[in-house]
């Protein structure tokens, strides 16, 4: 069963990425005004701080990732194991191995999918996750659309 504060941090940054950070048009809005948009939506002040914590390490204030090359082999640590379902695991190599999540890319995901510190992750989260981390990336836009479309499209369990 699922912590729902957990389902609270992503459903804030579910909430924040469809309201503000998409945006192209506008300048991002500063952490204090997100914090206020959350408690103005309703979300509780423990999830908004976690939420904004968890965009931190998305912009790169967060664990280091390391240089990857292009054509690498990612074997799971004991803990990322314990973490992320054989489900999980094999999505993130299947996006890989379709071109839309690069190995650096990849590294980000499993950070920031472990900061969510669900007690379990599911593909929809992980969906999310990736679309996040893609439109986070400069120069990953055509695979920020790709992963867009697999959002989107609704629950599915392979990659098209």
Avoid: C
Wanted: hydrophobic share 45%; charged share 25%; net charge negative.
């Amino acid at each position: 069963m699922n912590d729902p504060m957990n389902d609270n941090v992503l459903d804030i940054l579910i909430y924040l990425f469809e309201n503000f950070l998409e945006s192209d048009t506008a300048p991002q809005p500063s952490r204090d005004v997100l914090r206020e948009e959350l408690e103005q939506a309703g979300f509780a002040e423990s999830g908004i701080e976690r939420a904004l914590e968890w965009l931190e390490g998305l912009a790169g204030d967060g664990a280091e990732v390391p240089a990857v090359r292009q054509r690498s082999f990612r074997a799971f640590s004991g803990f990322e194991m314990t973490r992320l379902t054989t489900e999980v695991r094999g999505y993130l190599v299947q996006l890989e191995q379709v071109g839309i999540l690069p190995a650096q890319q990849r590294e980000l995901v499993i950070d920031r999918l472990l900061a969510l510190e669900a007690e379990e992750i599911e593909i929809e989260q992980v969906k999310w996750v990736v679309l996040m981390v893609l439109f986070s990336q400069p120069g990953q836009e055509q695979a920020y659309q790709r992963m867009e479309d697999l959002v989107f499209e609704g629950p599915s369990d392979a990659v098209h």
